[in-house]
């Protein structure tokens, strides 16, 4: 009887182990963040995914995508590594999602190190997907004027200078899409608002903690890091959002698959 009873409790703790695994690391969340500007005239919002690496929420990702049309966005951007460098079918996965989400709204697209290839970015312009290597475009929601950049880096160098690209829009919200995040150079040049990803959020996280480790860093939101949510400086902002999927093993935890929801709002509505 007692084999019995501790043969139980040993498959039950399994099992409570296995549920936890699979909640945290295959289930959905929508992670919402306020933004209030004087330039901003009336709400916008913004959904931004990261960092899919050919996951599938759902048949055919059908669940990410109804969550992210229940948001009703203005637009949606998608902060690279879609997929993993090399997988065939995660890029078949990836590029099947950016063809649904066109017809739920204006997607604009920037590469991660992963997904950096100039035959699939042909594929999502292709398929009406705004790719933006390098690249900018000026959007219009109500009385509200956006300008959006997009930049690919992989990698940052010590002259690293967004002036050298391009010239900062006076008469707009000035919005950023890279994959990963150089604050302090994208503040020194005056993006309002700078959407990333590539961090995963740092994939296990804990409680009054944050992420446990990464980059050969333990606890790095302890240590200055910009790892997941929202950071301000100097009054310019950044975003990192905690992406959805998980490299190299598929192990997350407090840190579930995120659909970030950016909304913009009047100063006065905060």
Not at 43 to 69: A, R, W
Not at 139 to 147: A, D, F, N
Request: contains cysteine.
């Amino acid at each position: 009887m007692n084999k019995l009873r501790k043969a139980v409790n040993t498959i039950l703790v399994f099992a409570v182990l296995v549920f936890i695994w699979w909640f945290n690391t295959y289930t959905l969340c929508v992670e919402t963040v306020e933004i209030s500007d004087s330039r901003i005239k009336n709400k916008v919002t913004i959904v931004q995914i990261s960092d899919l690496h050919g996951y599938s929420f759902g048949n055919d990702n059908s669940s990410l995508i109804n969550k992210i049309s229940a948001q009703n966005p203005d637009f949606i951007v998608a902060t690279g590594d879609m997929f993993s460098n090399g997988s065939v079918e995660g890029r078949q996965v990836a590029l099947a999602l950016m063809t649904e989400l066109v017809d739920v709204a204006p997607v604009y697209y920037v590469n991660g190190e992963h997904d950096n290839l100039d035959d699939f970015d042909a594929e999502l312009e292709e398929a009406g997907v705004n790719v933006l290597d390098y690249e900018q475009d000026v959007v219009t929601v109500g009385e509200t004027k956006l300008h959006l950049y997009g930049i690919n880096n992989v990698y940052y160098t010590d002259t690293f200078d967004l002036s050298n690209e391009f010239t900062l829009d006076e008469t707009a919200y000035n919005v950023l899409l890279a994959h990963i995040q150089n604050f302090e150079k994208f503040a020194a040049f005056g993006m309002d608002l700078s959407l990333c990803g590539d961090t995963h959020g740092g994939q296990v996280r804990l409680p009054f903690v944050g992420a446990v480790y990464m980059d050969d860093t333990w606890f790095p939101d302890r240590n200055g890091g910009y790892i997941k949510g929202l950071y301000e400086l100097d009054g310019k902002k950044l975003f990192v959002s905690g992406g959805l999927g998980s490299n190299p093993i598929p192990v997350r935890f407090w840190n579930r698959p995120e659909i970030s929801v950016i909304k913009l709002v009047p100063q006065n509505n905060v």
